[in-house]
C-alpha cells in the first residue's frame, strides 16, 4: 500500500511542520509520496493536476487549510476543481472550521452564518470524500451537522513532536533580547488574532516589571491583516511596549532557545480547535497556563484559567512561576502526557484507517 500525503510543504507553515513529523512516522510503515499543495492558491489546473497526482497513491489524505484551496470564498476557492477529479479513497484531516460570525466584509451575521455554513458544507460534505479525521472535539459535531456521516469522522488528539535531542541555548536567547534576570512568559508559533495575545498583554500591565512577555513568532505567510502591527498597538496602548517582543520568524534551533529560555509557556487562547504550538511546549516539559477551552480541558498537564480573564491570568502566571512545587507539578505532568501522544502513535491509528480504505483490503 502506497499513501499520497497532499499538504504545504517546506513552506514557514504549521501544517507543513506537522505533515513532516507525520510523514516520517508513517514511512516507517509504508511509502509516502508527498503531493504539494501551494499556500496560497493558485489556478484551477494546478489543483487538477495536483488531483491527477494522488494516482501515485492507493489511498489520499489531504492536511486541509481554507488558505491551501483559496480561503473561505466561493469565487476564489479551488476545493471543487480538486476534489471533482480526485480518483482514489479521499480521506481529509480538518485542521479548521469556520462556522463563526465575525463581521467579515460587514456582512450581518445571520448572513454571513449562512454563507459559511453552505460554503463549509461544499468543502466538508463533498462525494469524493470518504473519511474524515479532526484533533479537536468540537469538530465531530460541526462536521455532522454540515451533513458528514457522524461514523466516518474519527477524533485523534493532538500529537505531541518529539523533543530535541539537546535543549535549546535559553541563555544565549536571553542575552540577545535582553531579558536577563527577568521572568520570561513566552507564547510560541505564529502571531494569530486567536491566540489572545491581548489579553495576556493586559495581565503583563498587572504583573509585577520583572515579568517580560515573548511572542515567538512572526505573521503566517497567508496572513494579511496586519496582525503585528496591531499586537505592537495594543503594547502601547497598555503601556507595557518596553516588557513584550515580538521575535519575527524563527528558525527551528532559534525557537528551541527561546522555549528553553520561558519561565512559563502561554496560551490564552479565545478560541482554538487543536495548537501545535501548546503541543511543542508540553514535548519540552514545560509548565503550560492555557484558556479554558474545550480542547484544553482534555491535557491533564496545564493549568487552565477562564477564557479572556486577565486577572486570572496575572495571578495563575504569578503563582505557577513564584510556587516551585506548583510549576515542578506541570512540568513532570507535561512530560508524561507527552511520552503517550507522540506522531508514532498518530501514525499507527492511521494506518488501520489506510487499510480499511484501500482497494482490496
Not at 509516502?32 to 495536483?50: C, D, N, S
Not at 465575525?102 to 453552505?118: F, M, S
Not at 513584550?244 to 482554538?272: G, H, K, N, Q, W
Not at 491535557?299 to 513564584?322: F, S, W, Y
Request: proline letters at 7%; glycine letters at 8%.
Amino acid at each position: 500500500m502506497r499513501l499520497a500525503l497532499v499538504t504545504s510543504w517546506n513552506e514557514r507553515c504549521g501544517i507543513a511542520d506537522y505533515s513532516g513529523r507525520l510523514a516520517a512516522a508513517l514511512e516507517q510503515h509504508l511509502p509516502v509520496e508527498i503531493v504539494p499543495v501551494p499556500l496560497l492558491a493558485g489556478p484551477r489546473p494546478v489543483y487538477q493536476a495536483m488531483a491527477r497526482a494522488l494516482e501515485i497513491g492507493d489511498v489520499a489524505h489531504v492536511q486541509h487549510s481554507y488558505a491551501f484551496f483559496g480561503g473561505l470564498h466561493p469565487l476564489r476557492s479551488r476545493w471543487s476543481a480538486f476534489a471533482g477529479a480526485v480518483r482514489r479513497p479521499l480521506i481529509v484531516t480538518v485542521h479548521e472550521l469556520d462556522l463563526a460570525a465575525r463581521g467579515v466584509r460587514g456582512l450581518p451575521a445571520p448572513l454571513e452564518l449562512a454563507w459559511k455554513r453552505w460554503f463549509n458544507r461544499s468543502v466538508f460534505a463533498h462525494p469524493a470524500i470518504r473519511r474524515w479525521t479532526v484533533h479537536a472535539g468540537e469538530y465531530v459535531e460541526a462536521l455532522t451537522g454540515l451533513g458528514v456521516p457522524r461514523e466516518r469522522v474519527t477524533y485523534y488528539s493532538m500529537p505531541v513532536p518529539e523533543p530535541p535531542a539537546r535543549p535549546g541555548d535559553g541563555a544565549a536567547f536571553q542575552r540577545r533580547l535582553g531579558l536577563e534576570r527577568r521572568r520570561v512568559l513566552v507564547i510560541p508559533g505564529f502571531l494569530t488574532r486567536r491566540k489572545g495575545y491581548e489579553v495576556a498583554l493586559e495581565a503583563l500591565r498587572l504583573l509585577p516589571e520583572q515579568y517580560v512577555l515573548v511572542a515567538a513568532g512572526g505573521e503566517h505567510g497567508a496572513d494579511r491583516s496586519g496582525t503585528r502591527a496591531w499586537l505592537l498597538g495594543e503594547a502601547e496602548r497598555l503601556g507595557v511596549v518596553g516588557r513584550f517582543r515580538i521575535t519575527d520568524y524563527l528558525s527551528e534551533p532559534e525557537l528551541e532557545a527561546a522555549t528553553a529560555a520561558a519561565d512559563l509557556v502561554l496560551a490564552p487562547f479565545r478560541e482554538m480547535s487543536a495548537s501545535a504550538s501548546l503541543n511543542h511546549a508540553l514535548a519540552r516539559g514545560k509548565a503550560v497556563v492555557a484558556s479554558d477551552l474545550p480542547e484544553n480541558r482534555r491535557l491533564p498537564c496545564v493549568r487552565l484559567v477562564p477564557v479572556g480573564d486577565a486577572e486570572k491570568l496575572a495571578r495563575a502566571i504569578q503563582e505557577t512561576c513564584e510556587t516551585a512545587v506548583e510549576r515542578t507539578r506541570l512540568e513532570r505532568a507535561a512530560r508524561e502526557y507527552a511520552a503517550r501522544h507522540g506522531f508514532a502513535a498518530l501514525a499507527e491509528q492511521l494506518l488501520e484507517l489506510y487499510r480499511a480504505l484501500a482497494p482490496g483490503d
